[in-house]
C-alpha cells in the first residue's frame, strides 16, 4: 500500500474503520487525511467537530500521527467511548 502498511492485519484493525458516504470516499480516494481532512471540516461547527472527534474515537492531530500510533491511541479512545455509553444506559 501506498503509505508503507502492506499486512492485511494491520490495515483491517478495528480501529482502522470509518464510517464515510460512498461520494466521499469515491472523492478522497487515496488520500492521506491531512490532505482531505480540511476539507471536509469545514462542513461542520468546532462544536460539532468536537463531539465528532469524541465519539468517533479520533486523536488529536489524527491526521499528522504515524498508522500505528493512531490504533494504539483509537483504540484506548473506543474503550472510552464504551465505557461513556455503557455508562448512559
Known sequence: MRNGVTEQRDYNQIANFALVEWSDNIAISDKEPKVYLPIY???FSEEELR????????????QEMKYKDFL???RRLIAEVVKSAYQKL
Open 41 to 43: 471540516e469545514q462542513r
Open 72 to 74: 494504539l491511541e483509537r
Open 51 to 62: 463531539k465528532m472527534r469524541f465519539w468517533h474515537a479520533l486523536p488529536e492531530n489524527w
